[in-house]
């Protein structure tokens, strides 16, 4: 495979511009929005959210595609999240680290960050709603180097 990533593959939502058609991975959903956004930063999508409101327009989010249901789909505003990818790991309290992610944030990019950062997810043995199932406030635990 010649791409790192998924990421990195050409066709993807990614690279999706207005007057484009979406569809989802199993190409049971799509649809042809009014404007495609692809915001950079908090404040990009806070505009975003602004001008839809004053122009009586629906947001739908969109993140690589996978859903199956029509949720996504909008003649309206589309934002694809792929680009709110920041990731902090907080480790001011050793025995209490923090991990802290935006909504693009990729499975690869969390956890990258959190071993750099020397930080671990526990799992249960048998999660019921997914292997992160942790609320804002929880805190994580500390690996030992």
């Not at 990009?44 to 739908?60: P, Q, S, T």
């Not at 309290?93 to 956890?111: I, K, Y």
């Amino acid at each position: 495979m010649p791409w790192d990533s998924y990421e990195d593959v050409p066709g993807t939502p990614q690279d999706l511009k207005t007057g484009a058609t979406w569809h989802n991975w199993g190409q049971n959903q799509s649809a042809r929005p009014a404007q495609i956004f692809h915001p950079e930063s908090l404040g990009d999508l806070r505009a975003i959210v602004k001008r839809a409101l004053n122009e009586g327009k629906k947001v739908r989010v969109c993140g690589d595609g996978h859903s199956w249901s029509g949720l996504v789909p909008t003649d309206d505003f589309m934002v694809f999240v792929s680009k709110l990818d920041k990731v902090d790991v907080d480790t001011t309290d050793p025995a209490r680290p923090l991990v802290r992610m935006e909504s693009g944030a990729t499975v690869r990019h969390v956890v990258a960050a959190m071993r750099s950062a020397h930080v671990a997810l526990p799992i249960q043995r048998r999660p019921r709603h997914g292997a992160i199932r942790r609320s804002h406030r929880d805190r994580l635990p500390r690996l030992r180097p």
